[in-house]
């Protein structure tokens, strides 16, 4: 029985490892990368159930819907936006910061444009043509 505690151990020490060191920094919680690597090693089995329930984000698929989707609830719908398309900005993302400051101006602008002509078309009220 001790064998099988021990391999369990191993594998799920192993699992953590990895899981850990192919994790984004920003995918980590409580602890830099570092330390939780450390603390798995030096506290294999304490140290991977830790990982596993403290440390680490959840998956990016299930964050997706958040609390509305966990309850059994559709997900708000996103606003409709620009007609251009945007490319998503993240870790992944090669634009630099000022191709993104750029984005969102641009981002911003038709925002505010779009409330003006929301607010113009109140003023003119229900008979106007639009």
């Known amino acids: 029985m001790g064998f099988v505690l021990t391999i369990l151990t191993l594998a799920a020490l192993v699992y953590a490892l990895v899981d850990i060191i ?3 920094e920003s995918d980590v919680k409580h602890l830099p990368k570092f ?8 506290l294999p089995l304490i140290g991977t159930v830790l990982w596993f329930v403290l440390g680490r984000e959840r998956s990016s698929a299930g964050q997706r819907g958040g609390a509305a989707t966990a309850r059994g609830e559709a997900a708000p719908a996103a606003p409709a ?5 945007m490319p ?3 870790p992944g ?4 910061t000022e ?3 750029a984005d969102l101006d641009r ?5 505010e444009k779009r409330a003006e ?6 003023e003119l009220g229900p008979g106007a043509a639009e």
């Open 81 to 85: 936006g620009p007609q251009t398309v």
């Open 22 to 24: 192919m994790r984004d």
């Open 35 to 42: 330390g939780w690597i450390l603390l798995v090693v030096l």
């Open 107 to 111: 981002e911003i602008e038709y925002y």
């Open 93 to 96: 993302d090669a634009r630099s």
């Open 99 to 101: 191709e993104q400051l």
């Open 117 to 122: 002509l929301e607010r113009r078309r109140r």
């Open 88 to 90: 998503p900005s993240g």
